[in-house]
């Protein structure tokens, strides 16, 4: 189907002229297809490969849900869409491309953070770019604008079979499906086995295909060669480890690779190995505009860690390592630089299969095998391998993508060909029996009144994919009625004559967004402020025992002991009473421990580098144990508030702010100027400057030779003085030297 073909069903011709401006002249045939079966007209459930190209406009998926999205708010007025992803980032992404697409024809909008606020600012919007979690909360909110909602884009739908995620997107697709029963739901995803099951249960029609506009070769790696069951595989070098060999024949292609391994160990220890033969393939102009990447990357943070470090080394060489521990910036600088063409080869983790738009030639998958606990190694779901895969080949440059399993000798590989080329995706299946899932979900669904009796509640989860799936939830019942027990003995509900209804604590637990248990977890250690002696360190491992900031810093054996002392000097400062040895909660106490000592070290201005030595915490995984932290913290505040303990108000504000600058006490003045940062703030009171009054009192040029002058004329007239701008006072400067 040709683009301009569009116009027939009722896409006006500018859009189509922009479609056309990105190249994009004629449709694929599962896109042409989805149209013709009822895009505009009924529920779909899509079950296509990645189709991933240089723009987002490529992508097989986007492209349906942005037709889908304009036809809609076309054709009724006042309407909404609401496009749901899994990970903040796929969520950006698709911003950012529905924004472009739709140029200023309709208002678009993205939320993802701050649980606790109904972001009524929304309402005004035409397109909401929500996650899983973010619309969640916001339901229990009871936003009034879902009632205007006519079109569920839920994208990466297969996450409901993630133990995780998933139980939440299940709740929220039925509540949805009760809210508002006409709106319509187009689920997307790469690999779904049983979509006919999942759009039973959905009223949609599933729709599913094996075509790719570039082909796809799944291969096995062993024995210096690359085996393909459907064309003739590659000899490989054979004087090097398998994995630079493979690097080694991409990079002779012209091409780059994609590397997936079990752990962030693992890639970074590989990353650092392909090195070795990246390096070689680089000609003059790329290993200076990779030196220029490679000083961006490490100073992405003002004092670089080791893992700062060691990604800029790799990165300098060609290749890079991707994984939860890297910070935001240094992720957008890698995943920029492999689209360009500059950086050769990333060595990622797992989550980068479901995340941004990031194709390449060939994806290799090192490492088959995965621990789990419980099980031991045992090979990956044939669904994570069909994600990698999915990432194989880009239809602006290639013809065709590779993707590679790497094996240990012929048997193993025949084994592999059998389990993932051969094989079947996983069915999806319900994750909602899980308990901490159920009790959060159970306390939202009374609190926003969406259920207000054990029939209603039973009645609900008899509309869920769980009952669908199993055609009997009796096992759940127990499970149900238990938590509402337990909800009821924790003050969080009333039940009376059968009629349910949270308390106020309840309603605001639930509103917070914390697990009831992390909540009456919180409830039982402010009643015991009054008999201990209070210091940070006591909110920091109260927060710290809770599930959500799982998982914790490990204890080492060598370790147990010094944590034992530590808990037996400090334990009038704990929150909590101290499990006994054998108990089963011990060890993770232990932690717990731990971990509030590696956030205590971050509030007494220890570098991300002395952490990551410490405590073996990489900075992205920092900072994102950070803001849940924070967030916990949050949630402590408000339950004292609740719980009228006015005392413990300001230190836990404090809290917060040292949390979130990584600051001691005395530069908590100081950080309230914009700008002004760990670092700067420790210069200035190093200095002498520990008041806003001082800092007023002191010419600006004392403070230029302190933090430089752009931020000494920022605080100058934060601080209201009339000031000549940071560039003109430079070029004085500069003639005044000369």
Not at 151 to 176: A, C, F, Q, Y
Not at 224 to 248: A, P, Q, V
Not at 617 to 630: F, H
Request: hydrophobic residues 40%; charged residues 25%; glycine residues 6%.
């Amino acid at each position: 189907m040709k683009v301009g073909e569009l116009v027939g069903y009722g896409i006006p011709e500018k859009y189509v002229q922009r479609l056309e401006k990105d190249n994009i002249k004629e449709l694929y045939k599962p896109q042409a297809d989805v149209i013709k079966e009822g895009l505009f007209k009924r529920n779909l459930v899509l079950s296509l490969p990645t189709a991933s190209g240089t723009l987002p406009t490529a992508s097989g998926k986007t492209l349906i849900a942005a037709i889908c999205m304009l036809h809609k708010l076309l054709d009724k007025r006042g309407v909404k869409v609401v496009y749901i992803a899994p990970l903040v980032a796929l969520a950006n992404e698709k911003y950012e491309y529905f924004k472009k697409f739709l140029d200023g024809d309709f208002k678009v909008a993205i939320s993802v953070g701050d649980f606790d606020s109904a972001d009524s600012w929304l309402a005004d919007y035409d397109v909401v770019c929500l996650t899983t979690e973010k619309f969640d909360s916001l339901l229990r909110h009871n936003v009034g604008w879902v009632q205007n909602v006519d079109l569920i884009i839920v994208d990466e739908i297969h996450t409901m079979n993630d133990s995780s995620r998933g139980p939440t997107l299940e709740i929220m697709l039925t509540k949805l499906m009760s809210i508002i029963p006409s709106a319509q739901i187009l689920g997307l995803s790469a690999t779904i086995n049983n979509a006919e099951e999942l759009s039973k249960w959905l009223n949609a029609t599933p729709i599913t295909s094996d075509f790719r506009p570039v082909k796809l070769y799944e291969g096995v790696a062993f024995d210096s060669k690359i085996h393909f069951e459907d064309r003739e595989g590659y000899e490989l070098n054979d004087t090097l480890e398998i994995e630079n060999s493979i690097i080694d024949n991409t990079l002779n292609l012209k091409k780059q690779a994609l590397v997936f391994t079990s752990t962030r160990r693992n890639a970074e220890s590989l990353a650092e190995k392909l090195c070795k033969t990246t390096s070689q393939k680089l000609d003059s102009d790329t290993r200076l505009k990779l030196t220029k990447l490679s000083k961006d990357i490490e100073s992405v943070i003002e004092i670089p860690t080791q893992q700062c470090r060691k990604l800029a080394q790799c990165v300098k060489f060609g290749t890079a390592f991707h994984h939860a521990g890297l910070l935001g910036e240094q992720k957008r600088l890698i995943e920029s630089n492999f689209r360009n063409g500059l950086i050769k080869a990333i060595v990622a983790t797992p989550t980068l299969a479901m995340g941004v738009n990031l194709p390449a030639f060939r994806v290799i998958i090192r490492d088959a095998k995965r621990y789990y606990d419980g099980i031991g190694s045992t090979y990956i779901p044939v669904m994570d391998y069909k994600q990698f895969v999915g990432r194989a080949g880009r239809p602006t440059y290639d013809t065709f993508g590779e993707s590679i399993l790497l094996a240990k000798s012929e048997g193993d590989a025949r084994s592999m060909i059998q389990h993932f080329i051969l094989g079947q995706p996983e069915d999806i299946t319900s994750k909602l029996a899980l308990e901490p899932i159920l009790r959060a979900h159970i306390l939202a669904l009374i609190s926003s009144g969406f259920c207000n009796s054990r029939e209603s509640i039973i009645g609900f989860f008899n509309r869920t994919f769980y009952a669908f799936h199993y055609n009997d939830i009796d096992i759940l019942k127990e499970k149900l009625y238990d938590i509402l027990k337990q909800l009821e003995e924790w003050s969080m509900i009333r039940i009376q004559k059968n009629v349910i209804t949270t308390t106020p604590i309840g309603k605001r637990i639930s509103d917070l967004y914390i697990d009831p248990l992390t909540a009456h977890y919180f409830l039982e250690g402010l009643k015991l402020c009054k008999e201990r002696h209070l210091t940070e360190f006591s909110f920091l491992q109260l927060a710290s025992n809770s599930l959500e900031i799982r998982p914790l810093v490990s204890v080492r054996s060598d370790e147990i002991s010094d944590t034992e002392e530590l808990i037996i000097r400090h334990g009038n400062q704990l929150l909590a009473e101290i499990p006994e040895e054998y108990d089963l909660e011990y060890d993770e106490f232990l932690k717990s421990v731990k971990t509030a000592l590696m956030f205590d070290g971050w509030i007494s201005e220890s570098s991300e580098d002395q952490l990551l030595t410490k405590f073996k915490i990489a900075p992205g995984e920092l900072y994102s144990k950070l803001r849940i932290l924070d967030w916990l913290v949050y949630g402590l505040y408000e339950l004292a508030v609740l719980n009228g303990e006015k005392g413990l108000l300001n230190p836990l504000k404090k809290l917060r702010i040292r949390l979130k600058y990584g600051i001691k006490e005395e530069l908590v003045p100081l950080v309230k100027l914009k700008g002004i940062g760990r670092v700067r703030s420790r210069r200035l009171f190093n200095a002498g400057f520990d008041t806003l009054d001082k800092l007023r009192s002191t010419p600006t040029e004392m403070l230029i030779g302190i933090i430089g002058i752009k931020a000494a004329y920022e605080i100058k007239k934060q601080l209201g003085e009339d000031v000549k701008n940071a560039s003109e006072s430079q070029s004085t400067l500069k003639t005044i030297k000369h």
